[in-house]
T-cell receptor
Framework: ETGVTQSPTHLIKTRGQQVTLRCSSQ?????VSWYQQALGQGPQFIFQ???????GRGNFPPRFSGLQFPNYSSELNVNALELDDSALYLC???????????FGPGTRLTVT | KQEVTQIPAALSVPEGENLVLNCSFT??????LQWFRQDPGKGLTSLLL?????REQTSGRLNASLDKSSGRSTLYIAASQPGDSATYLC?????????FGAGTTVTVRA
């Protein structure tokens, strides 16, 4: 059974640029959730995708957008990067109807 | 809006001592509560999941209790080891998302 994977591991962007982060869900899981974790804080829910549709969204502006593909992998896109977007971005997958979310290793984004 | 609080923010204990980590939440309408471990700069490792209908869950040296009516959970780690040093996060699930506390950073001194 393959776990949740994320790419890239780290990246550095300049304020105003756009970034795409990728997540491959655990085998058999059709639900993907994205979280943002600022330094010293707990993760904050961004949004969730279930069968290619957005299933719920946290308190994040529209410049945070996502996609889920037919193989259930997912992308998080952030436009017009701001310094406060610097964080660890975590992806979690789950099987719809089950409770446990399984997290990937995260992508560390630094905005300068 | 669900608020999750973890106290203390940091804890340092000598090896062999038992650890007690506390988590409180404001809205008792939850599906489950999960405890995670996070090593510096890394992702989250799930330790225990307690369904809303359960009172406790055990795995090896770890035991977690849940009192949904009072909005509290406690994670006990028996006979701590230096390898237990990490940040421990609790999260409650309501509908589709997890709401996290800020974590308790544990240092176990050899």
């Amino acid at each position: 059974e393959t776990g949740v994977t994320q790419s890239p591991t780290h990246l550095i962007k300049t304020r105003g640029q756009q970034v795409t982060l990728r997540c491959s869900s655990q085998s058999g899981h059709n639900t993907v959730s994205w979280y943002q974790q600022a330094l010293g804080q707990g993760p904050q829910f961004i949004f969730q995708y279930y069968r290619e549709e957005e299933n719920g969204r946290g308190n994040f502006p529209p410049r945070f957008s996502g996609l889920q593909f037919p193989n259930y992998s997912s992308e998080l896109n952030v436009n017009a990067l701001e310094l406060d977007d610097s964080a660890l971005y975590l992806c979690a997958s789950s099987l719809a109807g089950r409770d446990e979310q399984y997290f990937g290793p995260g992508t560390r984004l630094t905005v300068t | 809006k669900q608020e999750v609080t973890q106290i203390p923010a940091a804890l340092s204990v000598p090896e062999g001592e038992n650890l007690v980590l506390n988590c409180s939440f404001t809205d008792s309408a939850i599906y489950n509560l999960q405890w995670f471990r996070q090593d510096p700069g890394k992702g989250l490792t799930s330790l225990l999941l307690i369904q809303s209908s359960q009172r406790e869950q055990t795995s090896g040296r770890l035991n977690a209790s849940l009192d949904k009516s009072s909005g509290r959970s406690t994670l006990y780690i028996a006979a701590s080891q230096p390898g237990d040093s990490a940040t421990y996060l609790c999260a409650v699930k309501d509908d589709y998302k997890l709401s996290f506390g800020a974590g308790t950073t544990v240092t176990v001194r050899a």
